[in-house]
C-alpha cells in the first residue's frame, strides 16, 4: 500500500492540550504525525488496518468535532461513510 495521510487542522482558539491528545492517540494508532505548519498537522498511514483506524476516529470519535480534514492522499478519503468501526481481532 502506498502511504495515505489526512492533512487535519485544529481551530486556533483551541487549547494546545486537547490537540497534543488527538494527536497523541492518531500517534498511538500507528501514524506517523507531522506538523505542517501551526493547528495542521499531516497523519500518514502506512497500513491498511493503520488507515482503517486513524478515519474512523478521525470521522466518527470526539476528534470529529475537534479537528477538519483539510486534505488527503492515497487511499485516504474524506468520508465518514469509508471508515466502519473497526474491528478489535
Known amino acids: 500500500m502506498d502511504d495515505s495521510t489526512f492533512t487535519i487542522s ?13 494527536l497523541d492517540q492518531l500517534a498511538e494508532s500507528g ?4 506538523p ?3 493547528g495542521i498537522f499531516r497523519v ?16 466518527h470519535t470526539y476528534m470529529a468535532k475537534t479537528c477538519v480534514v483539510v486534505a ?8 465518514a461513510s469509508e471508515y466502519p468501526k473497526p474491528s478489535s481481532g
Open 10 to 22: 485544529f481551530p486556533e482558539h483551541m487549547a494546545s492540550a486537547k490537540a497534543k491528545q488527538c
Open 31 to 34: 501514524a506517523e504525525v507531522v
Open 36 to 38: 505542517v505548519e501551526q
Open 44 to 59: 500518514t498511514c502506512r497500513k491498511p488496518k493503520i488507515l482503517a483506524m486513524v478515519g474512523w476516529l478521525l470521522f
Open 72 to 79: 488527503v492522499s492515497g487511499l485516504a478519503q474524506n468520508r
